[in-house]
């Protein structure tokens, strides 16, 4: 009886956001964005770096050998201050090569995660595309030297699967984005959204069944199974962390590079 009121608990927070449109994450980042330069003091205008050192060729100083636009000259001077502000707001420089046990491969914004024994092998894998939010909204005053700005998380939606011989069992999961405890003290901030048993490669006419329609008593089972191959609440917040880092970086990347396309480099 225990088992299936806490089923039933557990379900609820997830029924509620499998219903409710997922978030934008688009605009998120532009809003903290403007909210930065918004609490720039006006005589700091124009005092990008790219101003100090104006080249003979093009008045942005970029040193291109070709005269830019006016939209092409504020988007070099606006890339140029955005980095130095990422950069300084970058927690590591240097992308971790292990999780708890897991060793970590990436490329691009896909990220997957690896553990192996001798009976099986479990891999973990997501894309830090459109992961990022807020919790929420910042209340800033635009006439602050230093807003403190909501810090922002990935969560990504992510696939764990267990290898065995030729056989795979997959899960794929997501965070919950909880409205209020839990009132049976069952606080999980991840849940089950697809199961899937297959042999050999994935084909897409592998059947596969929804996690809220699974049986709750067996559903508690399989969240006891992935927290023993270590896929815990703990562990999930840790891959949490690790995906904000991750995506932050690639996002500042992303920043230089478009400022090299900018100026023609």
């Keep these: 009886m225990n088992n299936l009121v806490r089923s039933v608990f557990r379900m609820a927070p997830q029924l509620k956001a499998m219903v409710a449109p997922m978030r934008s994450t688009l605009g998120k980042r532009e809003f903290t964005r403007t909210l930065w330069h918004m609490s720039r003091k006006p005589e700091d205008a124009g005092k990008s770096a790219l101003l100090h050192n104006p080249s003979l060729t093009c008045s942005c100083g970029c040193g291109a050998k070709f005269v830019h636009t006016k939209g092409e000259r504020e988007l070099v001077e606006f890339l140029t201050e955005e980095i130095v502000a990422e ?7 240097t992308i971790p090569t292990e999780l708890d046990g897991f060793k970590v491969k ?42 403190n700005l909501a810090e922002m998380k990935s969560k990504p939606q992510f696939e764990v699967d267990v290898v065995r011989g030729g056989q795979t069992l997959s899960f794929t999961c997501s965070f919950i984005q909880h409205q209020g405890d ?44 992935l927290e023993e191959k270590g896929i815990s609440n703990e562990f999930v917040d840790k891959l ?7 995506e932050h970086s690639q996002y500042i990347s992303l920043l230089e590079r478009l400022s090299k396309f900018t100026v023609g480099k």
């Design 240 to 246: 949490s962390e690790f995906s904000t880092l991750y």
């Design 106 to 147: 990436v490329e691009g914004p896909e990220v997957e995660l690896t553990k192996e024994t001798d009976k099986e092998k479990i891999k973990i894998s997501f894309c830090v595309n459109h992961t990022v939010d807020t919790e929420e909204e910042p209340d800033i005053n635009p006439d602050m030297d230093k807003p």
């Design 182 to 225: 839990d009132p049976e003290g069952y606080n999980d901030i991840f849940g089950i959204d697809e199961l899937v048993l297959y042999d050999g490669e994935w084909k897409d006419k592998n059947y596969a069944v929804a996690g809220d329609v699974l049986d709750g008593y067996l559903y508690d089972l399989l969240m006891n199974l």
């Design 87 to 93: 950069k300084k707001a970058q927690k590591i420089k």
